[in-house]
């Protein structure tokens, strides 16, 4: 297995995780979140370069409509820390922030639900319903007391309000989130698969690229890691360059004090967002190049695991972690043959020597 | 440690919330998407209701399309004609269509919710091989027919007096696709790349077991997992270091259009393409596009001008006018299907113990059901050999017949 072949595709998935990757370590690295909503944004990308190439009718290229995908991306993660996220993490009475967001969460995806007959294939749904139903049948008068003699006795205030766990709230909002993309990109695109059209696609692409060596490199996998690696150089000048990499690394630290200093924390964090999700866009469009499409609502999924997992790997919230952990993860499944269970086997091993992954440093005493 | 304590009612308070919306989701949706509407309070003496299971959407869901298409091509022609007559009163059909996804898990409850609903005579479906197996049970036990005009895999029918399907099994399509290779195309080092699922795997022994038979070597077995496989390269890289004059895909048509992109762009593999009756649609050719020219494909049955009698005409005539789009081999299957379950409905009435018994008893070409795809008739275990196995080859984007075995 471990043929020069294999080793050049296994750096092209390398370099996409990793491009995924630090979508994940950043936003965790600013907030505490894991946004499962990644591996959706990873989907629009691939989705707004194939609406991009549609609307362009045929003429469009593939790497032009990069550009809008990675636009879109950026405003629909923005979007979803605007209305996700961003009313959890303002001081509102808590209770009031959890059940808003809880409601409407469940609102909108009971709708999508009803709607699209429950497409979105990520859980054995019926199963679990079957089984979270009967327990909640079970709970649900129990809850119901407790709220109604608890609102007399001031008890929801103290019960929901004291207790600490905006980011529990957060993660399962993001949760959601990954769902109600998921179905809108089915509303939107249909369930099928589908693939670039090929007058999109220049001839480069699929050439192999003369770099004296005695293995084939297409054109594509080229691409990949030069863009890759551009990517990551820009990310780390940006980062520890210029203000507003200054303005991230000081939310990251300690947010409270960054925003006594006058940084607009959440204008910092929207940031983040974009740029993580522009990022993404990027891997997404490549990843639909170099295997020939599969571009469908499902092709976040897998993908976002797996550089949910490099990020984990490298130590989240670190950058050139998350980079590490890519290559490693993209190295395990291009030799593997690209067996998932592999790629997670990797990640436990390395947790169990370095639980906080490859690169990552000491928790601080902030927890 | 206060801290650490305090966290556990909020998650407790969340986790049910979260449940509680799930539950009420699941109670107010139809479920799998029953397409028709669940509602049995409409349902009167004078509609009979047929149950339409396949992968409505999933990564099958062209096939889902065809079928439900087809079905409902037969249930408007059966109607615009009055309906059928069952003890001399004109019924009205109804097709009710159920989602499965191509899922197992789904498959199964699907069977369950369509088994205990009594206005149900019968089932046309499931599509996917690990859909009808997983839904098997279900049928057997309360007594439904499952008639499927998709599912190949050998163990399909075996041992359900209620399993039926109008198409051959994988172990016939195994054997003749090796044959092939060995006779027509005369080749001798293959290459299998196949679906890790009841289908794939089927087909990939049926097609290993004849072609050490016939001569051929196998260079390569390679499985892979739908849906989640999505970068071949490693895998089609496999089959050209071994060597692999031919590539057999044992699998269906959104990662047959992958592999066939993968060898022929990237790897720049010239060598022979087949794949089994799985890669037998339309999109295969969409999703590779010009890669896709020159592959062969085992279908029982073509769409194809010139192909089948004036009946397979009248079809892809109708299905045109209704659906603006050609049918496929799946759709000619279905709408045979659907026709034979209501001519026995016409013969037994509404019992769907004598429905099955009506359809059981097509043992030979005279008892058998004329339709679109040819004669359909069963052994007793309700499997079907009056279908070939054809052989079709992807010329200027459409399937055309290639050169057959006899």
Redesign the interface.
Known sequence: MF?A??LV?ALS?GALYALIAVGYTMVYGIIKLINFAHGEIYMLGAFGALLAVDLGHGSANVLLAVVPAMLLCAAVGMSVDWTAYLPLRRRLPRADA??IA?LA??GV??IF??L????T?RW?A?????A??W???A??PV?ILALALGEKAGLLGR??G????ER??AL?TAIGMSLILQTLA?LVW??????F??AALPEFL?APVPLGLPVTV?GKELLIWVTALAMMLGLHLLVSRTRMGMAMRACAMDQETAALMGVSVDRVIAFTFALGSAMAAVAGVL?AV?????I?Y??GY??GLLAFAAAVLGGIGNIRGATLGGVLIGMV??FT??T?SAAFLVMILVLLVLPRGLLGEPQASRA | MR?SK??H???L??F????????????????????GGDGSAEQGPDVVRIAVCGP????A??FGEMIKNAAKLKEREVNDAGGITVGGRKLRVEAVVF?D?G?T??AA?VARKVSSDDSLRLVIGHFNSTCSLAAKDAYNRVGIVEFSPGSTNVDVCRGGPFTFRNLYRDDFQGQQIATYHARILKLTRIAVLYDNDDYGKGLMQSFTQQATKDGLRIVAS?P?LR?????????V??AK?AGAEGIFVAGLY?EA??IT??AR??LQMTCSIFGGDGVMSP?YIT?A??AAEGARVATPFLVHEGSGGPEAKAFVESFKAMHKKEPDTWAALTYDAFGMALAAIEKAGLDRQAIRDQLASARDEASGYRGVTGVTYFDAEGDCYSKPVFVAIVKDGAFVPAEQLQ
Do not use: W
Not at chain 1, 190 to 195: D, Q, S, V
Not at chain 1, 290 to 294: A, E, I
Not at chain 2, 25 to 32: E, L, N, T, Y
């Open positions: 043929t072949e294999n595709n998935l959890l059940s809880l969460l469940l995806g009971a639900y009803k699209t007959g429950d497409s294939h054995h019926p199963a679990a319903h079957t979270i139903g327990s909640v049948l709970l649900v809850v019960s929901l004291r207790v600490h766990s529990l709230n399962i089915q249909g369930a099928e698969p589908r693939a059209p090929e699929s297409l990843y170099k295997v020939g499409g599969g469908s499902r092709m897998y993908p499944q291009g043959g690209g998932f | 801290r305090a966290r009612p909020k998650l308070v969340a049910v919330l979260l449940a509680a919306g799930l539950a009420a989701c699941d109670g107010k949706s139809p479920g799998a998407g029953g397409a409505m959407t999933g990564s869901a062209a989602d996804k899922d898990t789904e409850n390679v892979y849906e989640r496989t999505q970068d071949f390269k490693p895998l890289q496999q270091d959104n259009a992958l992109k993968t762009n990237d999109t999703n596009g010009k």
